[in-house]
Structure formats: structure tokens, C-alpha cells
């Protein structure tokens, strides 16, 4: 059980919890953004003979506190997988704390601790008085050797196509893939939350990979890569270049993107949620899913606490 709730420095924090769920959980990536909030609180959770047990790292953003407050997945820490029971406490010492104004958690995707995170999320869902699921896709990466058998038969056909185009996948700074990705951004009207400062900034709390995809010399797709876990890799952004998209370049850079993951002996690639608000983007949804990705859902809960 957590007997007390204390909010500690950033570097306290980090020693507290070496190894949090995800990258994002870091003091030292939640600092590097700390300019997003108007105050963040590292909060950790002691049991009777004062050992950390559970951490949390909240931002204060638009009316309420925010866990993440600038990253797509809460910063929640924990050591030695504590019990229910643990968790509830820790929670509602948390949100007492932090009252009146409510607490907004989005969690991991349950892959990267399953039953730790079923912990957290029942108990966060029965405190809750709002709840939202938004639609998370992860590529397993032990089916990569049979990668063409788990596409549907469209992105079997569309594969195929993009193989005929000869293009050339390699490794790049972030400055050259961000090129691509904000070109795409721009043409289609969509918001690029990061710069490529803010990017590029980031390198120096989480390691961060960067490809392109080219043909004939000029760049035609991009991704920008995180490594957020152990055998964990999150795509951050990926596009094409506008002009190239009947040459199916994004039916054929997620494969050289899995070979890559898959040949350093990682376990998972995560694409990230295709909704905004729990309102599905039908068409990323079913791009996503014709890869041969895996469906999780990515909770995020509002805790009023007045």
C-alpha cells in the first residue's frame, strides 16, 4: 500500500525509477518538454518504510492536469509490479494531491506491460468519470518472415507494385526525413505538432531513428522512429512525398521499417492510433490493419478530483 505521496525533483525522480514503462516516463524527456505546461509535478508513491513504489509525472495544460502532457502515452512508473490494491492507493493519493482540478491519464498500449497496465487502467476506469478508447496498431514482429502472408490481398497487390519502382531505403539524420514528413504535412492541410528543433531536441532524452526512402536521388517517403522500450520501436511520423503516391511508396516502407526492427531483435513496432478523441480515421484504420497489425486500445480517463 502507498502510506505517502511526495513530489520530488526530476533527477530524483529518474533515480527513483532507472527503467519506467516507456521512454516518455522519463523526468528528463517530460523536463525537456516542461515549457508545454504551466507546472509539472513529479509525484512518487512510498510505502510504510519510505521506498518508492509507483511515479507519476503530471503537466498542468488547459484547465487540467495532464499525464502525458506532451508525449502520446502517460509517464507512470513502478517498481516490482505492485498489487491492485497498491495501485488504487497510489491514485487516490495522487488525485488528492493534485485537487481540485481533474487529472487526464492516456496509457500505454497494453503490449508494453500487460498485466501491470490491466492493473492500472481497471483501477483508473472505476475512478474515472470519463472514458475514451482510441484505436492503437502494433506490428508483432515475429510474423515479419511470413510479411506477405499476413497482408490483405489489396496490400499484397499494392506491395507488389511498389517493389517494381526500385526504390532505395537507407538510414538518415532527422533533418532529412523531417524534410519529408512536413512536406506531406503541408500538402495534405494536417498539423506538424513537432519542429524540427523540438525533434532534434528530443534525441537527447530517448534515441530516435531516422530513414528515407528514395528514388533516382530525390526522397519520396520518410519515418521518424523512437526506441521507447526495450524490443519496442514507435513510429513517431511517417509520409510520403506528394506527387509519388501512385508508386505505393508507404505499402513498402513498412516493410524495410520491420526488416530494420526485426534484424536488431526487437519484438514490436508500433504505428500508433489512427483516432482522435475515440473518432476513428476509417482509412488508417484499415491501412494499418492491412499491413497485418494488432488492435489495442489506448484508454485515456478523466479523474475529477474536487
Avoid at 515549457?35 to 521506498?51: P, T
Wanted: overall charge negative.
Amino acid at each position: 500500500m502507498i502510506e505517502n505521496l511526495v513530489s520530488v525533483t526530476p533527477d530524483d525522480f529518474d533515480r527513483f525509477f532507472p527503467k519506467p514503462s516507456t521512454a516518455f516516463g522519463s523526468a528528463a524527456f517530460n523536463m525537456l518538454n516542461s515549457g508545454n505546461a504551466e507546472r509539472v509535478e513529479c509525484l512518487v508513491g512510498c510505502d510504510a518504510s519510505g521506498s518508492p513504489v509507483m511515479g507519476l509525472i503530471a503537466g498542468l495544460r488547459d484547465g487540467a492536469w495532464r499525464s502525458p502532457f506532451s508525449a502520446p502515452m502517460a509517464a507512470i512508473s513502478w517498481r516490482n509490479d505492485p498489487s491492485i490494491a497498491t495501485v488504487e492507493s497510489f491514485l487516490r493519493k495522487v488525485t488528492e494531491y493534485l485537487a481540485p482540478i481533474p487529472l487526464r491519464i492516456v496509457l500505454p498500449p497494453s503490449f508494453v506491460a500487460p498485466s501491470m497496465l490491466s492493473q492500472i487502467a481497471g483501477t483508473a476506469m472505476n475512478m474515472a468519470s470519463h472514458v475514451t478508447a482510441d484505436f492503437n496498431f502494433h506490428y508483432d514482429l515475429s510474423l515479419f518472415p511470413d510479411f506477405e502472408k499476413h497482408l490483405t490481398p489489396s496490400a499484397r497487390n499494392k506491395y507488389h507494385q511498389s517493389l517494381k519502382a526500385g526504390f532505395i531505403f537507407d538510414a538518415a539524420d532527422i533533418a532529412r526525413a523531417y524534410a519529408v514528413i512536413r512536406a506531406n504535412r503541408t500538402a495534405k492541410g494536417y498539423y506538424l505538432a513537432m519542429t524540427l528543433e523540438q525533434v532534434e531536441a528530443t534525441a537527447e532524452a530517448i534515441d530516435i531513428d531516422a530513414f528515407v526512402l528514395s528514388l533516382d536521388g530525390t526522397d519520396v517517403a520518410s519515418a521518424i522512429v523512437y526506441r521507447i522500450a526495450p524490443g519496442v520501436a514507435h513510429v513517431v511520423y511517417w509520409g510520403d512525398t506528394p506527387g509519388f503516391e501512385r508508386m505505393r511508396p508507404m505499402n513498402i516502407l513498412p516493410y524495410h521499417i520491420f526488416s530494420h526492427y526485426h534484424s536488431l531483435g526487437f519484438n514490436i513496432v508500433n504505428i500508433g492510433t489512427s483516432s482522435t478523441d475515440g473518432v476513428a480515421n476509417h482509412g488508417l484504420c484499415s491501412f494499418k490493419s492491412s499491413l497485418g497489425c494488432t488492435l489495442s486500445l489506448i484508454p485515456s480517463l478523466l479523474i475529477n478530483n474536487s
